[in-house]
Nanobody, 121 residues
């Protein structure tokens, strides 16, 4: 059974940092593009960042460019999202996803359970 388990969420003040991690199991990690999505209260689930299976291609939301960094560790079957200079608008439930990148878009196949990120002003 495929499992994606996020960790690292929490409460942080604006300007602070958090590092999210997603541990994948039950799949051949290197064959999946990994991504992060987030959902704020009352809003749709939005794409944040994605990284190709071999790590060679990275895509991210314009509003997080220069602040968030996605990476993957093939030895640990994990994908991380380093979030710096956090803003209240970054608040939401962050979801890890495994899928494919098609025409520069990450299309999820599997989802994690999500981890809450709250940025206070």
């Amino acid at each position: 059974q495929v499992q994606l388990v996020e960790s690292g969420g929490g409460l942080v003040q604006a300007g602070g940092s958090l590092r999210l991690s997603c541990a994948a199991s039950g799949l051949t990690f290197s064959t999946y593009a990994m991504g992060w999505f987030r959902q704020a209260p009352g809003k749709e689930r939005d794409f944040v960042a994605a990284i190709s299976g071999n790590g060679g291609k990275i895509y991210s939301l314009d509003s997080v460019e220069g602040r968030f960094t996605i990476s993957r560790d093939s030895a640990k079957n994990t994908v991380a999202l380093q979030m710096n200079s956090l803003k209240p608008g970054d608040t939401g439930v962050y979801y890890c996803a495994a899928g494919r990148i098609v025409k520069r878009h990450h299309l999820p196949t599997y989802w994690g359970q999500g981890t809450q990120v709250t940025v206070s002003s």
